[in-house]
T-cell receptor
């Protein structure tokens, strides 16, 4: 069964460093998303991406964050200058464009980011 | 008032029990309702998807949406130890392929 994959599974970085989290969405999906989950808190929406541009973003997704689809298969989240509060599990998701059940989002296993 | 609230748990039941999981929400614009299951160290996995009010059944799982009360439920019949996981409700105003707002999740443990 097709699935969303994410790399790395864990990343430790120093405060102020740039990190890039990578995702390979399901191949025929057209919508891509990033969510994050701080330990013990809700899964929170960060950004959605369609047709090579951001469709929607939350207030969390400030100028420190950017997303890119550098080729036909990868979708990346970049954090330019990490802060301690960026420590979280980051989930990538993807969905098809069609209506109904096909719209639903399929999540990857996540990248656990720890900022020291 | 938080947009989506979910019973805090954790919840522990014996095998074979009927489990009821609930979420309330405040945003009347929500029309698309989902339940995700999350196993430890994994991403959320879609269980049920419902548009607007009503019931939907899939095997041992039933999802109910009451938009008038802003209340959604997931029922699990004949619960199994393999159902032990965290259950997250999620909802959207504009479609299942739009921004999802999640509840905090409830951890369910089914004892053999």
């Amino acid at each position: 069964e097709p699935e969303v994959t994410q790399t790395p599974s864990h990343q430790v970085t120093q405060m102020g460093q740039e990190v890039i989290l990578r995702c390979v969405p399901i191949s025929n999906h057209l919508y891509f998303y990033w969510y994050r989950q701080i330990l013990g808190q809700k899964v929170e929406f960060l950004v959605s991406f369609y047709n090579n541009e951001i469709s929607e973003k939350s207030e969390i997704f400030d100028d420190q964050f950017s997303v890119e689809r550098p080729d036909g298969s990868n979708f990346t989240l970049k954090i330019r200058s990490t802060k301690l509060e960026d420590s979280a599990m980051y989930f990538c998701a993807s969905s098809e464009r069609l209506g109904g059940f096909q719209e639903t989002q399929y999540f990857g296993p996540g990248t656990r980011l720890l900022v020291l | 008032q938080k947009e989506v609230e979910q019973d805090p748990g954790p919840l522990s039941v014996p095998e074979g029990a009927i489990v009821s999981l609930n979420c309330t929400y405040s945003n009347s614009a929500f029309q698309y309702f989902m339940w995700y299951r999350q196993y430890s160290r994994k991403g959320p996995e879609l269980l049920m998807y419902t548009y607007s009010s009503g019931n939907k059944e899939d095997g041992r799982f039933t999802a109910q949406v009451d938009k008038s009360s802003k209340y959604i439920s997931l029922f699990i019949r004949d619960s199994q130890p393999s159902d032990s996981a965290t259950y997250l409700c999620a909802m959207s105003a504009t479609g299942a392929n739009s921004k999802l707002t999640f509840g905090k999740g409830i951890t369910l443990s089914v004892r053999p």
